[in-house]
């Protein structure tokens, strides 16, 4: 079966960085495009970035453009989501995800405070 599972979430101040991972299984990772997406407290669920299968194309919310970056490495099965420049209301459990389904893992939470 579908396994996402994210890592990597903590307690940041502002202006820190992070790196989020996602280990995937039970699928041919490198045939799916992927996606990082977010809930911030009281809020719904909100798009960040995907990337395409091969990698090739990538794309961000204007909210985080030029701040975070999503890579994956198909050989391990891995998608990453580098975070720098962190802001107060960048907190929120991230969560990778399937681009196209309905498949996401359980979320790490990020929390950015001073």
């Known amino acids: 079966q579908v396994q996402l599972a994210e890592s990597g979430g903590g307690l940041v101040q502002p202006g820190g960085s992070l790196r989020l991972s996602c280990a995937a299984s039970g699928f041919i990772f490198s045939s799916f495009a992927m996606k990082w997406v977010r809930q911030a407290p009281g809020k719904g669920l909100e798009w960040v970035s995907d990337?395409?299968?091969?990698?090739?194309?990538?794309n961000y919310a204007d909210f985080v453009k030029g701040r975070f970056t999503i890579s994956r490495d198909d050989a391990k099965n891995t998608l990453w989501l580098q975070m720098n420049s962190l802001k107060p209301e960048d907190t929120a459990v991230y969560y990778c995800?399937?681009?196209?389904?309905?498949?996401r893992g359980q979320g790490t939470q990020v929390t950015v405070s001073s």
């Open positions: 990337i395409s299968s091969g990698g090739g194309v990538t």
């Open positions: 995800a399937q681009k196209y389904t309905q498949y």
